[in-house]
């Protein structure tokens, strides 16, 4: 069993950054990738961000280039660095550990808005 905690999240302006991070209950990322989802009114819950076991990274087209995941493998926490963030960026992100089974976090709302 795996418990997730996010933290970070908040109301920023558009162009603004947040960084949101994800605390994990032991040590798992030497076994598993850790991802970011969101979930924004309406929508269906979609993939931001992952980074494998290893340290690669992959990210969903909407954020590339602004968006940035990375890790701390001695304070078992990964962390998700938004810059340049827009409206459209508003939403419910989680965080997930890829075990199986996937682990979910409780979420933690960001809301960009001028």
């Known amino acids: 069993q795996v418990q997730l905690v996010e933290s970070g999240g908040g109301l920023v302006q558009p162009g603004g950054s947040l960084r949101l991070s994800c605390a994990a209950s032991?040590?798992?990322?030497?076994?598993?990738?850790m991802g970011w989802y969101r979930q924004a009114p309406g929508k269906q819950r979609e993939l931001v961000a992952l980074i494998t076991s290893g340290g690669a990274t992959s990210y969903a087209q909407s954020v590339k280039g602004r968006f940035t995941i990375s890790s701390d493998n001695a304070k078992n926490t990964v962390y998700l660095q938004m810059n340049s963030l827009k409206p459209e960026d508003t939403a419910v992100y989680y965080c997930?550990?890829?075990?199986?089974?996937?682990?979910w976090g409780q979420g933690t709302q960001v809301t960009v808005s001028s």
């Open positions: 032991r040590s798992i990322f030497s076994v598993y990738a």
């Open positions: 997930t550990a890829e075990a199986p089974p996937r682990y």
